[in-house]
């Protein structure tokens, strides 16, 4: 398109954003209204897309960071033949396809945004998989806010692509200089963006949003840029077209009052039509397969760390999988991924001491069909839990590894012990929790994990365990083991991971005083294997846990939640980290938290002696 159908394209997606706005009732007309000649452009003349075909391995990838201005994107959708009029309509509506902000309930959004300060960073991953994985010349195209650039996410993410030399990504700020409340801390002072931008080593472009030559312009330049990304910084007006609202402050988030009004201003409605020109012909590298992964083995009556098991295992499965990729937090060394690079270099992914980028490489990763294992110390993973929480949003397939959970890793003090991860993990729309506590278990779990979809969550151990299943015991998600159990028992101890092999001394040193008890692995804490748990409360009825984490949404909450259907209730006893924990060994910190053998026994001797449990 030239300038002058560019112009008329873009009044289009404005009235088009008005209208959907007005629709709804609500929804943001005018952040759509300031970045319409920068998608007008882009969908006309630059981006390369098949809508019949979104899995096309040359496509371009479109990430509308700026989440709130999905009515713009969805006039654009329309004006490429994508959706219908009918459907722009339906825009917020229960059941509708279009959402306030964008998810992979469309087809052709690769993943939800409106958590500001994400879209770029999981942009980061995708072109990452394009220059290192795929091979293949798509570009990413991240259209971004410039409230969001205040976010230290973003920032992460801008370090990471210029080390990279990401020229295959291209970040488009729409600086309108109005937020929510008011003006942005650097309102449209396009420099003060530039210089930072610049210090990381992107190229940079300040330019008139709102000028389509001069974006057309930017946007061959952007594409012709090598061995850096480009950063291309639009002056825009917030509401632009309509004088009651452009740029003034009190009407984001918010239709327009007098929407026939604006239509009429705006030049009335247009039905252009935008032919998106086709991705060239590419074929991306195919991961191969070479069957099914040796998986590593460990005798019974070994000691080894779940997470050295985690690394050995991880490292079959690169091997044997080509779609495959390890993701480190620079901490590798320690969680054990490192094992994966040194068979696997070019699968392996630094991400540094940047959490919220290492998940959202990931998230970027498996949108490219890639099953992404990100690692570091469980509680770093807390730092990254709004991605998480927008990877379950996006519908994303990736698994998180935590190591050194609990005050079982001892002396490093408290800021390194993960003891809320359960409870964060728990939480995220249909994630899966694991809790290995012996090396084969954790081998066989890790196995389970890469064929599964959604947000799995693994946890392995800093310390030594003994090994206690054999290499062919199977661990089905949503299962658990009963590793002690007779019909005289007068408790059942519920146990996963460091804590297992303290329920297990604390059962012998029981039955040696004539008390029996029932020890169950629940290894799988989410789903929990609610037969079982509930067998043992008819059986014994009381259930004991002992975890290695808080007792708010760790372990003991799992358990409870399986007689949350109405069922009569056993008495529940929960023991966990209730202390504020300081440096000691690791024998020293389950003594004081309460979950060594020692305690667990006392606890137990303490139900009966004063008539609790019969």
Known sequence: MQTEELTELAQQLRVDAVRATDAAGSGHATSSMSAADLVAVLFANHLRYNFDEPDHSGNDHLVLSKGHA???????????????DEELLTFRARGSRLEGHPTPRLPWVDTATGSLGQGLPVGVGMALAGKRLDRTPYRVWVISGDSEMAEGSVWEAVEHAGTQNLDNLTVIVDVNRLGQRGPTRHGRDL??????????????IEVDGHDPHAVEMAYDEACSTVQKPTAILAATVKGKGVAAVADKEGFHGKPLKDPDAAIEELGGRRTLRVEVRKPAEAQASQPVRRGEPALPTFDKGDQVA?????????????????????????VGDSTRAEMFSESHPERYFECYIAEQQLVAVAVGMQARGYVPFATTFA??????????????????DIILVGSHAGVAIGQDGPSQMGVEDFAMMRAVHGSTVLCPCDANQTAQLVAAMAD????RYLRTNRGETEVIY???????????????????DRLTLVAAGTTVPEARKAADMLAAEGIAVRVIDLYSVKPVDAETLQKAAEDTGCLVSVEDHHSEGGLGDAVAEAFADGRAVPRLVRLAVNNLPGSASPEEQLRAAGIDAESVAAAARLLVEKGVVR
Request: hydrophobic share 45%; glycine share 12%.
């Open 70 to 84: 999905s009515p713009v994107l969805y006039a654009a959708y329309l004006a490429a033949g994508a959706i219908t």
């Open 191 to 204: 420099n003060a963006y530039s210089r930072r931008l610049r210090a990381f080593g992107w190229h940079t």
């Open 306 to 330: 779940t997470r050295d098991a985690f690394g050995k295992t991880l490292a079959a499965f690169g091997d044997a999988r080509g779609d495959i990729v390890a993701l480190d937090g620079e």
């Open 379 to 396: 509680a770093f993973l807390t730092r990254a839990h709004d991605f998480i929480r927008m990877a379950a949003i996006s519908r994303a």
């Open 452 to 455: 599964l979809k959604g947000i």
């Open 470 to 488: 054999g290499p062919d015991e199977e661990f089905p998600i949503g299962g658990s083991k009963t590793l002690r159990s007779g019909d005289d």
